[in-house]
């Protein structure tokens, strides 16, 4: 069973891709050397996986118009 989805590229059109699925993006940040800078962490959020023209890309799930199986 394949998920299919329909999402905005960076063209503005709407393209067919494969969905592998819905996963969390994170990354950490260091702490700021200035005084009363930020204290550093983590910044996570989702992020869909998907191939479009046999690329594997991650994009943001706001892009996500419409998902399907096929």
């Known amino acids: 069973m394949i998920n ?3 999402y905005l590229n960076d063209e503005g059109e709407i393209v067919v891709a494969d969905l592998y699925g819905i ?8 702490p700021s050397l200035m005084i009363g800078g930020s204290p550093g962490g983590v910044i996570a959020y989702p ?3 998907i191939v479009d023209s046999g690329k594997i890309r991650q994009i943001k799930i706001n892009r996500i118009k419409e998902v399907y199986e096929v």
């Not at 996963?23 to 260091?30: A, C, D, G, K």
């Open 47 to 49: 992020v869909a996986v």
């Open 4 to 6: 299919r989805c329909k």
């Open 23 to 30: 996963f969390q993006y994170s990354t950490i940040t260091q």
